[in-house]
């Protein structure tokens, strides 16, 4: 099963309101990242959380990590239409070295 | 800088034909990704080096595919015999030292591979 999976699979909202996914895994990480994908694209990274860390800002971004429920939520504030993508959480295991495990991903669709 | 750079952006062959996929990574990178990604199975982690030294090839799917760096800067990914299954994205990605960190990875725009 997927160490990271992503809730919802789908989202789509209008222009301005603000978008919130989820993500869950399954064992003890070192950091958890967030990237996004545009359609025949690839990813982009967005944003890192460790697992110290419990809030992250970048931007109109919020990461938040809770390390004993081994989830995060990815929030974007005041969407745009150039936020439609699709968004990947990424896990580091902390005996993993270097390999980031990707979840299946959060098809988000903002329309105007 | 280019970012990691990837050739060629699209592949179509006939099953049994070979494949080679390139990958050039960023300057002063030295970790190397190969990813697959498809509907089906979403993306996954094929291999991986580190200072021109494979770490992790678990995902490899079979002895069809083989990757290599033969310098520090460039790499290949080849699948030989190819097969219509194999068709998908690759994606390459790039990683600075990490000094402990895991930083992020640098992703280069792929390459679509369609095998007939």
């Known amino acids: 099963s997927q160490q990271g999976e992503e809730d919802p699979q789908a989202l789509s909202i209008q222009e301005g309101e603000n978008a919130t996914m989820n993500c869950s895994y399954k064992t003890s990480i070192n950091n958890l990242q967030w990237y996004r994908q545009n359609s025949g694209r690839g990813l982009v990274h967005l944003i890192l959380?460790?697992?110290?860390?419990r809030e992250k800002h970048s931007g109109r971004l919020r990461v938040t990590l809770d390390t004993s429920k081994k989830s995060s939520s990815l929030l974007i504030t005041a969407s745009r239409a150039a936020d439609t993508a699709s968004y990947f959480c990424?896990?580091?295991?902390?005996?993993?070295?270097?390999?980031?495990?990707f979840g299946q991903g959060t098809r988000l669709t903002i329309n105007p | 800088d280019a970012g990691v750079i990837q050739s060629p952006r699209h592949e179509v062959t006939e099953m049994g034909q070979e494949v080679t996929l390139r990958c050039k990574l960023i300057?002063?990178?030295?970790?190397l990704f190969w990813y697959r990604q498809t509907m089906m199975r979403g993306l996954e982690l094929l291999i991986y080096?580190?200072?021109?030294?494979?770490?992790?090839d678990s995902g490899m799917p079979e002895d069809r595919f083989s990757a290599k760096m033969p310098n520090a800067s460039f790499s290949t990914l080849k699948i030989q015999p190819s097969e219509p299954r194999d068709s998908a994205v690759y994606f390459c990605?790039?990683?600075?030292?990490?000094?402990?960190?895991?930083?992020?990875?640098?992703f280069g725009p792929g390459t679509r591979l369609t095998v007939l």
């Open positions: 080096f580190n200072n021109n030294v494979p770490i992790d």
């Open positions: 990424a896990t580091v295991l902390i005996q993993g070295a270097q390999k980031l495990v």
């Open positions: 300057s002063g990178h030295n970790s």
């Open positions: 990605a790039s990683s600075p030292p990490s000094g402990g960190n895991y930083n992020e990875q640098f």
């Open positions: 959380i460790r697992s110290n860390e």
